[in-house]
């Protein structure tokens, strides 16, 4: 369940709309921030503060990628295989971060570090190939960029600390 502070937030939320349905994405979104994922025993718990069904919640959150039914990796790596970014060479990237991390798309690595999804456009086409790491895109992507990207994140030794990724790649667009 959501603690006090989430449900303060989440209760304000539902006052500005007329039905408490109307809140269910920023309540997921909420959620997800508190927990790392949307447990079934959250759905149910949302379902019952916004008067949703437990499979309208679900359909919800297997909708859209940006939620997740189960927890991930420390750094979540989407790699885009979109139009643009196919025509960019998405699929060496792809291959090169799975090679990397020894997964493949959909899975989490036994230490827990990556988890990795294969996503549609993120909206970053002019900076295609490019791959999203939480909230970070980088974008112009080779294999020898993101091989040194990778890197970066495998160096992190603590993998619930605070220490940053020693990021010294340009990785932004119009690179
Ligand atoms: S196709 Fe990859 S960001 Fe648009």
């Not at 994405?25 to 959620?31: E, K, M, Q, R, S």
């Not at 790392?36 to 008067?51: E, P, R, T």
């Amino acid at each position: 369940m959501l603690n006090d502070l989430n449900l303060k937030r989440v209760d304000e939320i539902i006052k500005r709309y007329p039905e408490p349905r109307a809140a269910l994405l920023p309540a997921l979104w909420i959620a997800q921030e508190q927990e790392g994922y949307i447990s079934l025993k959250m759905m149910k718990f949302l379902g019952n503060l916004l008067s949703l069904s437990y499979s309208h919640i679900l359909g919800v959150v297997s909708f859209y990628t940006m939620f997740h039914e189960k927890p991930l990796g420390r750094f979540h790596i989407e790699v885009c295989t979109n139009i643009s970014c196919m025509l960019k060479g998405s699929d060496k990237i792809l291959s090169t971060v799975e090679k990397h991390c020894g997964i493949k798309c959909g899975e989490t690595s036994e230490d827990g570090k990556f988890t990795i999804t294969e996503v549609e456009c993120m909206g970053a086409c002019s900076g295609a190939p490019m791959i999203a790491v939480g909230e970070d895109y980088f974008e112009n992507l080779n294999e020898d960029k993101t091989l040194k990207l990778l890197n970066n994140f495998s160096n992190v030794t603590k993998l619930n600390g605070n220490d940053d990724v020693d990021d010294e790649t340009e990785f932004g667009g119009g690179d």
